[in-house]
DNA sequence: TATCCGACATTAT
DNA sequence: ATAATGTCGGATA
C-alpha cells in the first residue's frame, strides 16, 4: 500500500463507530497488514500480548480499554514484558475518546482525541515498512490533500473524457492548479472568510452539481478580473468577493470541466481540510504523479528526501552563505552586504519538477535572511529574496504549474513566519505577473534567455544556445555581480532506452563538439549546457545523476568537454541510493557533482562510510571518476599497455536460452554418450562460477545443422533459436539465424587452458576472483577468458592493486564492479616484469589456488565473503599483494588511495610514452 | 569487428 | 517481504 491508501483507510476507520474487539484489527488492516496476518493474529496463534490486548511482533501492541483507562493501559503496554521481548516499535492505547501512542525507538508521543489519531497516521508508517524518509511522518496533510485531490482528478476525467485527452490536458492540469491556489488562499486569510471558495461554490451551485463548474468559472473570471473593471465585465455578486489574483494563474480560458454530484462532494472534502499545513516542498512531489497516468499507482512514493536535496545545495551554496553569516556575526556593515548579495542570487533549476529544489532553495535562504534582519534589528523588513530569481524549465506541464505554485506559497509561508501575518498578506496579491517556471524542453531552450545572467526578464528564444550564441553585447548589465547558481535532478536514460526525440535532443546539444554522444545518458545534456552557461557567466552548478556517468567509457567522452582547462569538480558525493518511498524501485544509484571555476581551494568529498556515516574529506582535487586526484581520463585500449596476455570477452550465445542445457535436461535426454561429448559443453557465465552452478550448452559452431536435427534433443532447440533470432530488430542477430547452432560471437576454440572472471563482480568482495577451469572449458559472454595465459597473469588480476584500478576505472553495475578488458585490463599499467618477478608472482598465484583449493567444495561466493573469508586464503592475497607492490614500490602501499596515485601517476607516464613513440 | 550498459531484473534469504 | 548480486542482447564505435 502506498501512503495515500493508508492514509484513506485511517480516515476511513476513523468514522466508523469504535468496537473495542475489533480497534486492533482494523488498525492493522489499514496498515496494509493482509488478511491471513489478521487472521493469525485474531486466532492467537501470532498474538503474544500479555495484556488482553493485540501484539504483532516487531511492530505494534495495542489495548483498547474502558473509558477513562488510556492512560494507565498506555502503562501496562509500556511496561509488559512481551513488548520489551517481541521488539515492539509501537504502543497504542484508545478507549474510544482518547487515543494515546508512543514510539518506543524515538521515545516520541501522540496523544489526541480518538477522532482526531488519522492526522497522525505518518507517525506509524513503519508499520507499513515505510520507514526511508523521517519526514514523512510529518506529512500527513500533504498526503492527506494529494488523495483526495487525486481522487477529484480521476472522477472528472472520467466524466470530461475530452479533458483526458493529450490537448486538453494542459487546461486540467491547470484547472488543478488553481483550485489548490484557491484552497490555500482560503484557509490563509489571503481571501477574506473562513473557506470562501469552498463555501461559495457549496452555497450558489445547484445540489444537483449542474451548475458547479459555471459557478467555478464565475469565481476564476473575477480573480482574473481587476477590481475598477469588475462592474463592466458584468462579474456575478457572490464572485465579487475575491480578490483580484493575476500572475498568469487565472488568465487564459476560465472553462472548467462539468462535475458529477460526486466530483462537487470531493471537491468540498477538499476545501474541508486545513490547508494552512501544505509544505510546498514535498506536497510538489507528491502531487505531480495525479497528472501522470502511469504514475498515478506510486502516488506519493516518489518524493525526493529534503536531506538528498540539501546534499545538493549546501556545499553548492549555501554552506558558503551560513558561513559568510556566522563571520558577520554582529556587524551591520557585514549583514547588509551579505543580504545585499543574497539578493541578487539567482537559483536555476533547468529540470525542476514540481521546483523542490527551488522551494528548499528559498525557504534555506530566507531563513537566513531573516537571522540578519534579526541581527540589525530589522524584523519585520520586507524579504529582500525576489521569488522570481528561483527559476525552473520543467517539459510537463502539471510541474511546471504547481513548481510556480509551490513557490508562491512557500513565499508566504515565510513571510507569515518571519514577518507576520498581517505583512505577508498585505504584499501578497496581486502575484507577480512574470512566469518564472518555464514549460518546456530544456536542451533545446536557450537557457540565457531563461535565466538570463544579468536583468529580469524572461523572454522564450526559440534558438538553441549553439545555433546563435549569445554575444556581449546582448548582455545588459544593470544587476551586474549577481551569482547564479544551476542545480536540480535531470531525468537519466541510459544510451539505449532513449527514444528518438530524446536521441535527437542529444544530437543538437553535443553538435558542434566531436563527443561520442551517442553512448551518452540523456543526463549528460544537463551537464554540457550547463558547462556552455558557466562559460558565459561563471555559474556553479550540481546535478543529482546516475552515478555511470562517473564511470568506464562515459567519463572519457563526457567530462573532457564539460570541465575543459577552465572548470573542475568544486564538491562531489560518491555513489549512494537515491531512495524515495517506493520500495520496489529502490534501485537507482547516483552520484552527485558540483563544478566551478578552477580555483586553488581544496575541493569537498563526501561519501558513506561503511557504518553508513557520511564523511567529508579535504582534498586538493577531485577528478570525473570522483576519486582524490588530478584531472585524467582512461581512455579503452585494444591491446594491454603493458604487454599483458590478451583478454578476450566471452562466447555470447545470443539464443534466448535455448543452446543452454541443465544437468538435469541432459541426463534425462536419449542422447548417446558419444553424441553428447562431441556436442555438449560445460559453460560457465559469471553466475556459475561464482556459486559453483553448472550448466552446458550445445557447442557445434561448425557442423552442419542436418547433422544436429538427427537428436531429438537438439532439433526443438534449433528451431527456438531461429524463430528467437529472426523476431530480433537488429540485423546482425536475424543475419544469424540461419545458422541457428552458432554462437553469436565466439571467443575460444574450446580446447585452451582457461582462466575466466566474471563480468560482474559484488562490490563486497575485497578481490577479483579469476580462477582456472579444465581444458575445454567454455565461458559466456558473462566472463572474460585468458586463453593458454602465462599464470603470472593470474596473480595480477588478484591483486588488490588490480581490484583499486577496475573499482575505480571501469563501469559499474549499481555499485558493484563491472570488469572490462578494454578499460581495466588492457589500460593496467605494470613495470616491464623481470622473469624473477614473474616466477616470484608465479608461486604467489599457485598459493592462491592452493589456499582455496584447501576448502573444497566451498565456492567463489563462499570463500571471498568478507566476513568468513578463510584467514589462509587471506594470507595467500596478503602475500601475493607484498610481492606484486613491491615491484611498484619496493614496499607495501599504505591504502587504497596511495595505490591509485601510483596506478594513475604510471598510467599518465606509460600513455604519454606511447603516444610520444 | 568487439564490446558496455541498464531511474534494472531476478534470484537468494 | 527485502537484500544480494548478476541476465541478456541491442546499440554503438
Given at each position: 500500500?502506498?501512503p495515500?491508501?493508508?492514509e484513506?483507510?485511517?480516515?476511513?476507520l476513523a468514522?466508523?463507530?469504535?468496537?473495542r474487539?475489533?480497534?486492533p484489527f482494523?488498525?492493522?488492516?489499514?496498515?496494509?497488514?493482509p488478511e491471513t496476518?489478521i487472521k493469525r493474529?485474531?486466532?492467537?496463534?501470532?498474538n503474544q500480548?500479555d495484556?488482553?490486548?493485540v501484539l504483532?511482533?516487531s511492530n505494534?501492541?495495542i489495548?483498547?480499554?474502558?473509558a477513562g483507562?488510556?492512560?494507565?493501559?498506555?502503562?501496562?503496554?509500556r511496561?509488559?514484558?512481551?513488548t520489551?521481548k517481541?521488539?515492539?516499535?509501537?504502543?497504542?492505547?484508545?478507549?474510544?475518546?482518547s487515543?494515546?501512542a508512543e514510539?518506543r525507538?524515538?521515545?516520541e508521543?501522540?496523544?489526541?482525541?480518538?477522532?482526531d489519531?488519522?492526522d497522525?497516521?505518518?507517525?506509524?508508517l513503519p508499520l507499513?515498512?515505510?520507514?526511508t524518509?523521517?519526514q514523512?511522518r510529518e506529512?500527513?496533510f500533504d498526503i492527506?490533500?494529494t488523495?483526495r485531490?487525486?481522487k477529484?482528478y480521476?472522477e472528472l476525467?472520467k466524466?470530461?473524457?475530452?479533458?483526458?485527452?493529450?490537448?486538453?490536458r494542459p487546461?486540467m492540469?491547470?484547472?488543478m492548479?488553481?483550485l489548490?491556489?484557491?484552497?490555500f488562499?482560503?484557509?490563509?486569510?489571503?481571501?477574506?472568510?473562513?473557506g470562501?471558495f469552498?463555501r461559495?461554490?457549496?452555497?450558489?451551485?445547484a445540489?444537483?452539481?449542474?451548475?458547479?463548474?459555471?459557478?467555478?468559472?464565475?469565481?476564476?473570471r473575477s480573480?482574473?478580473?481587476?477590481?475598477a473593471d469588475?462592474q463592466?465585465?458584468?462579474?456575478a455578486?457572490?464572485?465579487n468577493?475575491?480578490p483580484y489574483?493575476?500572475?498568469?494563474?487565472?488568465s487564459?480560458?476560465?472553462?472548467v470541466p462539468?462535475f458529477?454530484?460526486?466530483a462537487?462532494s470531493y471537491?468540498?472534502h477538499i476545501?474541508n481540510l486545513n490547508w494552512?499545513?501544505i509544505n510546498p516542498?514535498?506536497?510538489g512531489s507528491?502531487i505531480?504523479?495525479v497528472?501522470?497516468?502511469?504514475?498515478?499507482?506510486a502516488?506519493?512514493?516518489?518524493y525526493?528526501?529534503?536531506?538528498?536535496?540539501l546534499?545538493?545545495?549546501n556545499?553548492?551554496?549555501?554552506?558558503?552563505l551560513r558561513?559568510?553569516l556566522?563571520?558577520?556575526?554582529?556587524?551591520?556593515?557585514k549583514?547588509l552586504?551579505l543580504?545585499?548579495r543574497m539578493?541578487?542570487?539567482?537559483?536555476?533549476?533547468?529540470?525542476?519538477?514540481s521546483?523542490n529544489?527551488?522551494?528548499?532553495?528559498?525557504?534555506?535562504?530566507r531563513e537566513i535572511?531573516?537571522e540578519?534582519n534579526?541581527?540589525?534589528?530589522?524584523p519585520d523588513?520586507?524579504?529582500?529574496?525576489?521569488?522570481?530569481n528561483?527559476?525552473?524549465?520543467?517539459l510537463r506541464?502539471?510541474p511546471?504549474?504547481?513548481?510556480r505554485?509551490?513557490?508562491i506559497?512557500?513565499?508566504f509561508?515565510?513571510d507569515?513566519?518571519?514577518?507576520?501575518?498581517q505583512?505577508a498578506?498585505?504584499?501578497?496579491l496581486?502575484?507577480?505577473?512574470?512566469n518564472?517556471i518555464?514549460?518546456g524542453n530544456?536542451l533545446?531552450l536557450d537557457?540565457?534567455?531563461?535565466?538570463?545572467?544579468?536583468?529580469?526578464?524572461?523572454?522564450?528564444?526559440s534558438?538553441?544556445?549553439f545555433?546563435?550564441p549569445?554575444?556581449?553585447?546582448?548582455i545588459?548589465?544593470?544587476?551586474?555581480g549577481?551569482e547564479?547558481?544551476?542545480?536540480?535532478?535531470p531525468?537519466?536514460?541510459?544510451?539505449?532506452?532513449?527514444?528518438?526525440?530524446?536521441?535527437?535532443?542529444?544530437e543538437?546539444?553535443?553538435?558542434?563538439t566531436?563527443?561520442n554522444?551517442k553512448?551518452?545518458?540523456y543526463v549528460s545534456?544537463w551537464?554540457?549546457?550547463?558547462a556552455?552557461f558557466?562559460r558565459?557567466?561563471?555559474a556553479d552548478f550540481a546535478f543529482?545523476?546516475?552515478n555511470s556517468?562517473?564511470?568506464?567509457k562515459a567519463?572519457?567522452?563526457?567530462?573532457p568537454?564539460?570541465l575543459?582547462s577552465?572548470?573542475e569538480i568544486?564538491f562531489?558525493?560518491t555513489?549512494f541510493?537515491w531512495?524515495n518511498l517506493?520500495s520496489?524501485?529502490?534501485g537507482?544509484?547516483?552520484?552527485?557533482?558540483g563544478?566551478?571555476n578552477?580555483?586553488?581551494k581544496?575541493?569537498?568529498?563526501?561519501?558513506?562510510s561503511?557504518?553508513g556515516?557520511l564523511?567529508?574529506?579535504?582534498?586538493?582535487f577531485i577528478?570525473?571518476?570522483?576519486?582524490p586526484?588530478?584531472?585524467?581520463?582512461v581512455?579503452p585500449?585494444s591491446?594491454?599497455?603493458?604487454?599483458?596476455?590478451p583478454?578476450?570477452?566471452?562466447?555470447?550465445?545470443?539464443?534466448g536460452g535455448?543452446?543452454?542445457?541443465?544437468r538435469?535436461e541432459?541426463?534425462?535426454?536419449?542422447?548417446?554418450s558419444?553424441?553428447?561429448?562431441r556436442?555438449?559443453?560445460?559453460?560457465?557465465?559469471?553466475a556459475?562460477?561464482?556459486?559453483?552452478?553448472s550448466r552446458?550448452?550445445?557447442?557445434?559452431?561448425d557442423?552442419e545443422?542436418?547433422?544436429l536435427s538427427?537428436q531429438?534433443?537438439?532439433?526443438?532447440?534449433?528451431q527456438?533459436?531461429?524463430?528467437?533470432?529472426?523476431?530480433s530488430?537488429?540485423?546482425a542477430?536475424?543475419?544469424?539465424?540461419?545458422?541457428?547452432q552458432?554462437?553469436?560471437w565466439?571467443?575460444?576454440?574450446?580446447?585452451?587452458?582457461?582462466m575466466?572472471?566474471?563480468?560482474?563482480l559484488?562490490?563486497?568482495r575485497e578481490?577479483?576472483?579469476?580462477?582456472?577451469?579444465?581444458?575445454?572449458t567454455?565461458?559466456?559472454?558473462?566472463?572474460?577468458v585468458l586463453?593458454?595465459a602465462p599464470i603470472?597473469n593470474?596473480s595480477?588480476?588478484?591483486?588488490?592493486?588490480?581490484w583499486v584500478w577496475?573499482d575505480?576505472v571501469?563501469?559499474?553495475?549499481?555499485t558493484d564492479?563491472r570488469y572490462s578488458?578494454?578499460?581495466?585490463?588492457n589500460?593496467?599499467?605494470v613495470?616491464q616484469?623481470?622473469?624473477n618477478?614473474k616466477s616470484?608472482?608465479?608461486?604467489?598465484a599457485?598459493?592462491?589456488?592452493?589456499?582455496?583449493?584447501?576448502?573444497?567444495p566451498?565456492?567463489v561466493a563462499d570463500?571471498?565473503?568478507?566476513?568468513?573469508m578463510?584467514?589462509?586464503l587471506?594470507?595467500?592475497?596478503?602475500?601475493n599483494?607484498?610481492?606484486?607492490e613491491?615491484?611498484?614500490?619496493?614496499?607495501?602501499f599504505?591504502?587504497d588511495?596511495?595505490r591509485?596515485?601510483?596506478?594513475f601517476?604510471l598510467y599518465?607516464?606509460?600513455?604519454?610514452k606511447?603516444?610520444a613513440?
Amino acid at each position: 500500500m502506498n501512503p495515500v491508501e493508508i492514509e484513506e483507510a485511517v480516515s476511513q476507520l476513523a468514522l466508523e463507530p469504535f468496537n473495542r474487539g475489533e480497534f486492533p484489527f482494523s488498525f492493522l488492516r489499514a496498515f496494509g497488514n493482509p488478511e491471513t496476518t489478521i487472521k493469525r493474529l485474531r486466532t492467537g496463534s501470532t498474538n503474544q500480548s500479555d495484556v488482553g490486548g493485540v501484539l504483532q511482533r516487531s511492530n505494534i501492541h495495542i489495548a483498547t480499554c474502558d473509558a477513562g483507562e488510556v492512560e494507565t493501559t498506555l502503562g501496562l503496554l509500556r511496561d509488559s514484558p512481551k513488548t520489551a521481548k517481541t521488539k515492539a516499535k509501537f504502543i497504542l492505547a484508545t478507549d474510544g475518546e482518547s487515543f494515546q501512542a508512543e514510539d518506543r525507538t524515538s521515545g516520541e508521543t501522540v496523544a489526541c482525541d480518538y477522532a482526531d489519531f488519522p492526522d497522525h497516521f505518518g507517525f506509524f508508517l513503519p508499520l507499513a515498512g515505510i520507514t526511508t524518509v523521517e519526514q514523512i511522518r510529518e506529512s500527513s496533510f500533504d498526503i492527506r490533500a494529494t488523495g483526495r485531490l487525486n481522487k477529484l482528478y480521476v472522477e472528472l476525467l472520467k466524466d470530461n473524457p475530452d479533458w483526458a485527452k493529450a490537448e486538453r490536458r494542459p487546461d486540467m492540469n491547470h484547472f488543478m492548479a488553481r483550485l489548490i491556489f484557491c484552497f490555500f488562499a482560503e484557509d490563509t486569510d489571503i481571501f477574506v472568510g473562513e473557506g470562501l471558495f469552498t463555501r461559495t461554490v457549496e452555497q450558489m451551485s445547484a445540489r444537483d452539481s449542474s451548475d458547479t463548474h459555471a459557478v467555478i468559472s464565475e469565481i476564476f473570471r473575477s480573480m482574473d478580473t481587476k477590481i475598477a473593471d469588475r462592474q463592466s465585465a458584468g462579474i456575478a455578486r457572490y464572485a465579487n468577493q475575491f480578490p483580484y489574483v493575476n500572475g498568469q494563474l487565472f488568465s487564459g480560458s476560465t472553462e472548467v470541466p462539468r462535475f458529477t454530484k460526486i466530483a462537487r462532494s470531493y471537491l468540498n472534502h477538499i476545501g474541508n481540510l486545513n490547508w494552512k499545513k501544505i509544505n510546498p516542498d514535498i506536497f510538489g512531489s507528491m502531487i505531480q504523479a495525479v497528472a501522470d497516468d502511469e504514475e498515478r499507482g506510486a502516488l506519493g512514493m516518489h518524493y525526493t528526501s529534503v536531506p538528498n536535496i540539501l546534499k545538493v545545495l549546501n556545499p553548492l551554496f549555501l554552506d558558503d552563505l551560513r558561513g559568510k553569516l556566522e563571520e558577520a556575526g554582529d556587524n551591520g556593515r557585514k549583514l547588509l552586504n551579505l543580504r545585499n548579495r543574497m539578493a541578487r542570487i539567482r537559483v536555476f533549476d533547468p529540470a525542476c519538477g514540481s521546483g523542490n529544489f527551488l522551494v528548499i532553495s528559498y525557504k534555506q535562504m530566507r531563513e537566513i535572511e531573516a537571522e540578519i534582519n534579526r541581527r540589525r534589528g530589522e524584523p519585520d523588513r520586507r524579504s529582500d529574496i525576489p521569488l522570481t530569481n528561483f527559476r525552473g524549465i520543467e517539459l510537463r506541464d502539471f510541474p511546471a504549474e504547481v513548481a510556480r505554485l509551490a513557490l508562491i506559497i512557500a513565499e508566504f509561508q515565510c513571510d507569515v513566519v518571519y514577518r507576520g501575518q498581517q505583512e505577508a498578506l498585505a504584499e501578497f496579491l496581486p502575484l507577480n505577473s512574470e512566469n518564472w517556471i518555464t514549460c518546456g524542453n530544456a536542451l533545446r531552450l536557450d537557457w540565457l534567455s531563461i535565466c538570463p545572467p544579468i536583468g529580469t526578464s524572461v523572454k522564450l528564444r526559440s534558438n538553441d544556445l549553439f545555433d546563435t550564441p549569445v554575444t556581449q553585447s546582448e548582455i545588459d548589465f544593470e544587476n551586474a555581480g549577481g551569482e547564479t547558481y544551476i542545480c536540480g535532478n535531470p531525468p537519466y536514460k541510459g544510451s539505449q532506452s532513449q527514444d528518438e526525440e530524446q536521441k535527437s535532443d542529444l544530437e543538437r546539444v553535443f553538435s558542434n563538439t566531436d563527443a561520442n554522444w551517442k553512448g551518452l545518458d540523456y543526463v549528460s545534456g544537463w551537464f554540457f549546457k550547463a558547462a556552455e552557461f558557466s562559460r558565459f557567466s561563471s555559474a556553479d552548478f550540481a546535478f543529482v545523476a546516475t552515478n555511470s556517468i562517473n564511470q568506464g567509457k562515459a567519463v572519457s567522452s563526457l567530462w573532457p568537454l564539460v570541465l575543459g582547462s577552465d572548470l573542475e569538480i568544486k564538491f562531489a558525493h560518491t555513489s549512494f541510493k537515491w531512495a524515495n518511498l517506493a520500495s520496489q524501485n529502490a534501485g537507482v544509484t547516483v552520484a552527485i557533482t558540483g563544478i566551478a571555476n578552477a580555483d586553488n581551494k581544496p575541493k569537498t568529498l563526501f561519501s558513506v562510510s561503511e557504518s553508513g556515516a557520511l564523511e567529508a574529506r579535504q582534498v586538493p582535487f577531485i577528478n570525473a571518476y570522483l576519486v582524490p586526484g588530478p584531472q585524467m581520463y582512461v581512455e579503452p585500449r585494444s591491446k594491454s599497455l603493458a604487454g599483458l596476455t590478451p583478454m578476450a570477452f566471452g562466447n555470447m550465445p545470443i539464443d534466448g536460452g535455448f543452446l543452454s542445457f541443465t544437468r538435469d535436461e541432459i541426463s534425462q535426454s536419449d542422447i548417446s554418450s558419444e553424441i553428447r561429448s562431441r556436442y555438449i559443453r560445460k559453460i560457465y557465465g559469471g553466475a556459475e562460477y561464482i556459486r559453483g552452478q553448472s550448466r552446458y550448452c550445445l557447442w557445434a559452431n561448425d557442423v552442419e545443422e542436418d547433422e544436429l536435427s538427427k537428436q531429438s534433443l537438439f532439433e526443438n532447440r534449433l528451431q527456438q533459436v531461429r524463430s528467437f533470432r529472426n523476431a530480433s530488430k537488429r540485423d546482425a542477430t536475424r543475419a544469424l539465424a540461419d545458422t541457428p547452432q552458432k554462437f553469436g560471437w565466439i571467443a575460444q576454440d574450446g580446447d585452451e587452458v582457461v582462466m575466466l572472471l566474471p563480468r560482474i563482480l559484488s562490490e563486497r568482495r575485497e578481490y577479483i576472483t579469476a580462477g582456472y577451469e579444465p581444458i575445454g572449458t567454455l565461458t559466456t559472454d558473462q566472463a572474460y577468458v585468458l586463453l593458454n595465459a602465462p599464470i603470472w597473469n593470474f596473480s595480477i588480476i588478484s591483486s588488490r592493486l588490480h581490484w583499486v584500478w577496475i573499482d575505480t576505472v571501469c563501469g559499474k553495475l549499481k555499485t558493484d564492479l563491472r570488469y572490462s578488458n578494454t578499460l581495466g585490463w588492457n589500460t593496467f599499467p605494470v613495470y616491464q616484469l623481470t622473469e624473477n618477478n614473474k616466477s616470484d608472482l608465479k608461486r604467489c598465484a599457485e598459493n592462491i589456488l592452493i589456499a582455496r583449493e584447501s576448502h573444497f567444495p566451498s565456492t567463489v561466493a563462499d570463500l571471498y565473503d568478507p566476513r568468513i573469508m578463510p584467514e589462509d586464503l587471506r594470507r595467500a592475497h596478503e602475500e601475493n599483494d607484498e610481492v606484486l607492490e613491491r615491484i611498484y614500490i619496493g614496499r607495501r602501499f599504505r591504502n587504497d588511495t596511495e595505490r591509485l596515485e601510483k596506478l594513475f601517476d604510471l598510467y599518465t607516464k606509460m600513455t604519454s610514452k606511447k603516444a610520444a613513440a
